[in-house]
T-cell receptor, first 113, second 111 residues
Framework: GDSVTQMEGPVTLSEEAFLTINCTYTATGYPSLFWYVQYPGEGLQLLLK?????DKGSNKGFEATYRKETTSFHLEKGSVQVSDSAVYFCALRVYNQGGKLIFGQGTELSVKP | DVKVTQSSRYLVKRTGEKVFLECVQD?????MFWYRQDPGLGLRLIYFSYDVKMKEKGDIPEGYSVSREKKERFSLILESASTNQTSMYLCASGRGNQPQHFGDGTRLSIL
């Protein structure tokens, strides 16, 4: 069945470091891909999305490119800030099942000053 | 802005109780979802609904039921709460293939 696998956390970085959080997926059809972010004590917020191969989603300095050949959607940011500390979830929207999402297990990011 | 409101942020109940978690959205979305979030497991879909009075089982429906009598409200019911249902519960809503919007979650403890 469809699934999403993320790199395990926690990830601890110093401020201004480069961030990569790996995400790979298995899916039938042509899924859309998402990154959601969860700040402490809050629900999930959409960070960025890509709906077809080679699309690049971007928001708040974060980027991810939909790579069909490697079935990946890795999240990157060139210079992280303390305020980026959160849990990041990669997700895919199941093809032809309305809005149903399948999530990865989440990756906790901690950025130190 | 879309608002998805969950009735409680924190809830403590006892084993065997019937528990209701309420979710209301204000954007006339047809799709609504209930997830549970557990460390290391991410979010897992319990139930979802595409329309009033319609419901579909997600990946882990056992021990849960849902009710959608009005378009804006989607209730999750734990028929007889058990300790393994202690978790964070997240409600979401969306329209068509647009991204889902999430509530702030209910942290439920079953003693």
């Amino acid at each position: 069945g469809d699934s999403v696998t993320q790199m395990e956390g926690p990830v601890t970085l110093s401020e201004e470091a480069f961030l990569t959080i790996n995400c790979t997926y298995t899916a039938t059809g042509y899924p859309s891909l998402f990154w959601y972010v969860q700040y402490p004590g809050e629900g999930l917020q959409l960070l960025l999305k890509a709906t077809k191969a080679d699309d690049k989603g971007s928001n708040k300095g974060f980027e991810a490119t939909y790579r069909k050949e490697t079935t990946s959607f890795h999240l990157e940011k060139g210079s992280v800030q303390v305020s980026d500390s959160a849990v990041y979830f990669c997700a895919l929207r199941v093809y032809n099942q309305g809005g149903k999402l399948i999530f990865g297990q989440g990756t906790e990011l901690s950025v130190k000053p | 802005d879309v608002k998805v409101t969950q009735s409680s942020r924190y809830l403590v109940k006892r084993t065997g109780e019937k528990v209701f978690l309420e979710c209301v959205q204000d954007m006339d979305h047809e799709n609504m979802f209930w997830y549970r979030q557990d460390p290391g497991l991410g979010l897992r879909l319990i139930y979802f609904s595409y329309d009033v009075k319609m419901k579909e089982k997600g990946d882990i429906p056992e021990g849960y039921s849902v009710s959608r009598e009005k378009k804006e409200r989607f209730s999750l019911i734990l028929e007889s709460a058990s300790t393994n249902q202690t978790s964070m519960y997240l409600c979401a809503s969306g329209r068509g293939n647009q991204p889902q919007h999430f509530g702030d979650g209910t942290r439920l403890s079953i003693l």
